[in-house]
């Protein structure tokens, strides 16, 4: 298994707050997503990384930002969180023309 | 844009029946293409992949062909199992990104 971790794997948290989910990698890839899944939607690309400092938005980009200053470490920040960003977030990594996905976080915005 | 449109689920099958999930995408140029596949709980995971037209992806069983001039990607199993009942992602990979399906969820009864 690719090494991706994400952390928290599970979070509640209430309208208006700051949050910040982290993805970790052990394989040194260059690329880094983070996607959000929901019902009837799949999966959709809310930010990207192609290497430490460079980032670029995805199709679902409002309401979050992100930052990676480490090639391993790939954040993302709901800057203040809404109802609508409750979803299960993925991170993942890029191989040789594949991608591995982390185990995901549910976040639960009350 | 790119686009991928799967089926809509869920598909029920009785174990050892066929399985047939259908794919079609829209895409400039030669994008490589992809199933994944989610079990409960978990992230998502590569089942197979075809880079160019006419190549078969197939693993565990299951396979799926590039069809160019369809602009198809139907996955095919001959037999399911219990275990396979997840939810199945259908997905492209042009200009560097990841683009899914909505996914089809399979439940296969004893």
């Known amino acids: 298994d690719a090494g991706i971790t994400q952390s928290p794997r599970h979070k509640v948290t209430e309208t208006g707050t700051p949050v910040t989910l982290r993805c970790h990698q052990t394989?040194?890839?260059?690329?880094m997503y983070w996607y959000r899944q929901d019902p009837g939607h799949g999966l959709r690309l809310i930010h990207y990384?192609?290497?430490?400092?460079?980032?670029d938005k995805g199709e679902v980009s409002d309401g979050y930002s992100v930052s990676r200053s480490k090639t391993e470490d790939f954040l993302l920040t709901l800057e203040s969180a809404t109802s609508s960003q409750t979803s299960v977030y993925f991170c993942a990594i890029s191989g040789y023309n594949e991608q591995f996905f982390g185990p995901g976080t549910r976040l639960t915005v009350l | 844009g790119d686009s991928v449109t799967q089926m809509e689920g869920p598909v029920t099958l009785s174990e050892e029946a066929f399985l047939t999930i259908n794919c079609t995408y829209t895409a400039t140029g030669y994008p490589s293409l992809f199933w994944y596949v989610q079990y409960p709980g978990e992230g998502l995971q590569l089942l197979l992949k075809a880079t160019k037209a006419d190549d078969k992806g197939s693993n565990k069983g299951f396979e799926a062909t590039y069809r160019k001039e369809t602009t198809s990607f139907h996955l095919e199993k001959g037999s399911v199992q219990v275990s396979d009942s997840a939810v199945y992602f259908c997905?492209?990979?042009?200009?560097?990104?990841?683009?899914f399906g909505q996914g089809t969820t399979l439940q296969v009864k004893p």
């Open positions: 394989e040194n890839h260059r690329y």
């Open positions: 990384s192609y290497g430490v400092k460079d980032t």
């Open positions: 997905a492209l990979r042009n200009t560097g990104k990841l683009i």
